[in-house]
């Protein structure tokens, strides 16, 4: 069973909001991203994304693009990922983890092998930026009789039909991208963000995340009013550029932090 339902009910339970923090999987090398994803949930993170490295990640602005050639620099494959996540269950049982990546990594490794290897290594939930509902169904299945839940992106263009097509196959939670633009974008709507979060439930009864364009945390307590979750992935990827190696953990644990005090103040 994903780990991600029971996370949604114990916060909601508590009052509180999730807080998804987004790094690339071996970014900026793949033997730190253990210690990063530990130093996020240190700072409060209650869902973890991790990025699957990709040649042409099609979604993502400059930031998370210029994390994944890093990654591929190193040769971090999907099953290195994988492999991350099981090293990251020794010392972590209980956070939920979801990766985030494009089909082509998938349907190289093969859906059902990919499923049962995800499960095994830890996997939650997986995000598939371009696997339309539409075309989705087995994809679908095949993840959940392995336990994982299907996560979806909506936008502000999506249209009130696909809205009902990704509710019908979502679980977990849907993703609400918050503007018109790839990751990293600014100008972020929050009128906008809070008439399509209406939209939204009004066809899944799911928690529903909001990300891009969240890079403080103001913006994220002012999204957390409408939001189940609030996701930020290239504030911290700059933080990971930016931060030399020995204070990385701790730029990103703080950053974290202040995100999470910001939304549990609220």
Known sequence: MSRIGPTFTRLKSQGRKALIPFITAGDPEPGLTVPLMHALVAGGADILELGVPFSDPMADGPTIQRSSERA???????????????????????????????????EAMGPQLFAQDARAAGVDGVLTVDYPPEEADAYVATLAAHGLDAIFLLSPTTPEARVAAVARHASGFIYYVSLKGVTGAANLDLAEVAARMAAIRAHA????????????????????????????????????????????????????ASVRAALDAA
Not at 73 to 100: C, I, N, W, Y
Not at 216 to 230: F, G, K, L, M
């Open 72 to 106: 591929l620099k190193h040769g971090v494959s999907l099953r290195q990922v994988l492999a991350l996540v099981t090293e990251f269950r020794k010392g972590d049982v209980d956070t939920p983890v979801v990766l985030m990546g494009y089909a082509n990594p998938i």
């Open 205 to 256: 009864d799911l928690p529903v995340g909001v990300g891009f364009g969240i890079r403080d945390p103001e913006t994220a307590r002012a999204v957390a009013q409408v939001a189940d979750a609030v996701v930020i992935g290239s504030r911290i990827v700059q933080e990971v550029e930016t931060s030399p190696r020995e204070t990385l953990a701790d730029n990103v644990r703080n950053f974290v």
